[in-house]
């Protein structure tokens, strides 16, 4: 049997902690700015240190969710939501299609290729995000994609609790794969 790990050995070293540091007490919209920075980068280093085979790993059959599948599927939602919903702009989703809906995950393949490029589409989505949220007024109504009005604020605030759910995933996948556990 295999000894179990303790978790505080595990934890990064809060000094090189990439995370720590933002801005606290702030106002709403450097608090919701450094919430979902948080959230960001708690993805990029759960993928951090991974080849493409081990970012490309799924969970368990059946399921196709992979850290890799996770970072081509948070690319498109940051697309699907800033660039498109809210910016207006006229760009076609990154991954997915009507004849494949699931391409962010099932196209997360162990290939250096596809790796590099998901790092480059997630960084641009996220750039153009954070460029937005920083112009634009929290009230500034967006569309849902059924039509409804959403404000920024709202969107926000819905990216934060995207992330977080899918953090959690990554724990479990990062785990999975070399026993490094969440923080």
Request: one cysteine or more; glycine letters at 8%.
């Amino acid at each position: 049997m295999t000894k179990p790990q303790h978790r505080a050995d595990l934890f990064l070293d809060p000094a090189a902690d990439p995370r720590e540091g933002g801005p606290s007490l702030g106002d709403e919209r450097a608090t919701l700015a450094e919430f979902l920075r948080y959230q960001r980068l708690t993805l990029q280093l759960k993928c951090e240190g991974l080849d493409a085979e081990q970012l490309a790993r799924r969970s368990v059959e059946p399921s196709t969710m992979s850290l890799l599948g996770l970072l081509r599927h948070m690319a498109e939602v940051e697309r699907t939501w800033f660039r498109r919903r809210f910016a207006g702009n006229d760009v076609p989703k990154r991954y997915q299609t009507e004849d494949e809906p699931d391409a962010d995950f099932d196209g997360a393949v162990a290939d250096q290729a596809v790796v590099d490029e998901a790092w480059a589409a997630w960084r641009e989505e996220v750039s153009f995000a954070e460029q937005f949220a920083r112009d634009t007024d929290l009230s500034f109504l967006g569309d849902d994609g059924d039509g409804n009005p959403i404000s920024l604020r709202e969107l926000l605030v819905h990216m934060i609790e995207e992330y977080a759910r899918h953090n959690g995933h990554a724990d479990l996948l990062r785990e999975r794969i070399d026993g490094r556990l969440g923080q």
